[in-house]
């Protein structure tokens, strides 16, 4: 069977291909910071942020650049997706935001911006300040769920319910240019393939263009770290990982634009599972399995 990769449909809007490149505005995560939640969900871990600290102190536009200079470095010549990726990047006033995107628009090379964040940190004026940018150049809004069921939310302690996340995108989709992206976790403790299937078919039929898939990984630092050392929580090999992305597969089909299939932690900071394959390898055996669906 065939899917839609974020990669494909770049390159079929665009002629060329496009890469994302990261941008971190650095604002923080109003759930970290006990102004609506609880200290943050419980698979995040402050220090995968800290990691950053190359870009530190650099304005938008020098981190662009520099992004920039090294791919042209290694040769590639197509464009690019400003991706404001860290944290919460709406955690501030729609001025701001305003001025971030701007200096990343400056560039010839950024052909779209796109900015992920929280669904409770989406006010109606920053989402027509992002409306008037898509009617210019592509404009990814990326939302996190993690999952469409209440009683998982509550578990990992996103500090946000489902109906939070419906408004937010539905406020958004009401936009007629965004396009919309759903971050979700496969693996949550308490959660079976068909809660999984129902998140993607709910988020699907609300409108998301888009899902960003990742397993769950188990990250130094953070409260599902203590779970796992108490053998209260449980993740995924990666011959469980595959079999399940090949059960989701044909509920995504080609109607969802898929922005990831895995995730990428590695080294010192990820506690669990350790694969022993790549995800070159392990996306290299699943699409030759999807072939056969
Ligand atoms: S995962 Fe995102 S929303 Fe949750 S605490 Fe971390 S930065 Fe905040």
Known sequence: MKVLTFARFLRERFGFPV?????????????????????????????????LTDYYGLSVENQIKKGIDTYRRKGFEGGFIAY???????????????????????????????????????????????????????????????????????????GHNFACFEDALLRAGR????????????????????D???????????????????????????EFEKWYRKGQISVLDWQEYLELLLYLAPIIGEDLIVHRWVAEAQGELLIAPKWDITKQEFLKYFYERLKSI
């Open 19 to 51: 890469k994302k490149l990261p941008v971190h505005l650095f604002l923080g995560c109003p759930h970290r910071e006990n102004r609506i939640g609880k200290g943050g969900c419980y698979y995040c871990s402050n220090s995968s942020f800290s990691q």
């Open 84 to 158: 404001f990726q860290t944290y919460t990047n709406t955690y501030c006033d729609t001025e701001e935001i305003r001025k971030a995107v701007e200096q990343a628009l400056g560039f010839e090379d950024v052909v779209g911006i796109s900015v992920s964040t929280r669904p409770d940190c989406l006010p109606d004026d920053m989402l027509d300040f992002f409306d008037g940018i898509g009617s210019k150049r592509m404009f990814w809004l990326e939302i996190g769920l993690q999952s469409a069921h209440n009683k998982t939310l509550e578990l990992i302690n996103r």
């Open 175 to 194: 936009r007629e240019n965004l396009f919309l992206c759903t971050h979700l976790i496969l693996g949550l403790p308490g959660e079976d393939r068909g």
């Open 196 to 222: 999984m299937a129902e998140s993607i078919r709910i988020v699907k039929k609300l409108g998301s263009h888009g899902i960003k898939l990742h397993h769950l990984q188990i990250i130094r630092g953070t």
